[in-house]
C-alpha cells in the first residue's frame, strides 16, 4: 500500500531546505558586506581581552550579585577575559549596568505595560548595556537573555549541559527590548 503522507513530508522538507539555503545566503551576504558587523554595538571583549565592566550597586540585591558573577563567569569561559565588577560607570570604557543602577525612568515604559517582576528591559547603544527589571529577579533574568544573545545554551542543568563557542571578541547588539513573561512563574517546581 502507498502511503501518501511520507511524499508529503518530503515535499515539506525539500521546502525547508530551500528556506534555510536562502537564509544561509542572505547571512553570507550580510556578512560579506559588513551589514551583520556593524550591528554590534557594544564590545565587552577584543582580542581575548575585556574591554567593559559590570556595574552594580554597593547594596545590589542578591539575584543582581548573581546575574553579574554568572556575566563575568560565562564570558570568561567564552573568551578568556574576566570582566571586572565595580560599583561605579566607568568613563573610559564599555559597561554592563545592571538593575539598581539603571539610570532614573529607565524602567518608566516597562511599568506602563506590566507589573510582573520578572520582566526586565535591555537596552545597548553608545558603549552601555543596560539591564534592569521590575524586580531583582528580572535583571537576573536579562543577564541570562544577554548570554544567550551571546551564544550561550543550557540544555540541562549544571556545566555538563551548558554549551557555547569560544571567542576572543564578544559584543552585543544594538538593541532596546522589554521582556514581559507571557505566564507568571519562570521556575520549576517539584509537585508531588
Do not use: C
Amino acid at each position: 500500500m502507498f502511503d501518501s503522507s511520507v511524499k508529503h513530508q518530503g515535499s515539506i522538507l525539500a521546502g525547508l531546505k530551500k528556506l534555510l539555503g536562502l537564509n544561509m545566503a542572505v547571512m553570507a551576504f550580510l556578512g560579506w558586506t559588513g551589514a551583520a558587523s556593524a550591528m554590534a554595538e557594544v564590545t565587552l571583549v577584543e582580542g581575548g581581552e575585556p574591554v567593559a565592566k559590570i556595574v552594580i550597586s554597593d547594596d545590589a540585591a542578591e539575584d543582581e550579585r548573581t546575574a553579574a558573577d554568572e556575566l563575568v563567569h560565562y564570558i570568561s569561559e567564552m573568551s578568556g577575559a574576566r570582566l571586572e565588577i565595580v560599583n561605579e560607570v566607568p568613563e573610559d570604557m564599555s559597561a554592563i549596568v545592571l538593575g539598581a543602577k539603571a539610570p532614573d525612568g529607565f524602567l518608566d515604559q516597562l511599568h506602563q505595560e506590566t507589573s510582573d517582576g520578572a520582566s526586565f528591559r535591555i537596552k545597548a547603544a553608545d558603549g552601555r548595556i543596560i539591564v534592569a527589571g521590575l524586580e531583582s529577579q528580572g535583571t537576573l533574568f536579562g543577564a541570562y537573555e544577554l548570554l544567550e544573545q551571546l551564544g550561550v545554551r543550557w540544555f540541562l542543568p549544571d556545566e555538563i549541559g551548558t554549551v557555547f563557542s569560544e571567542s576572543p571578541d564578544l559584543a552585543i547588539a544594538r538593541q532596546d527590548v522589554l521582556e514581559i513573561p507571557s505566564f507568571s512563574g519562570r521556575l520549576l517546581q517539584a509537585i508531588g
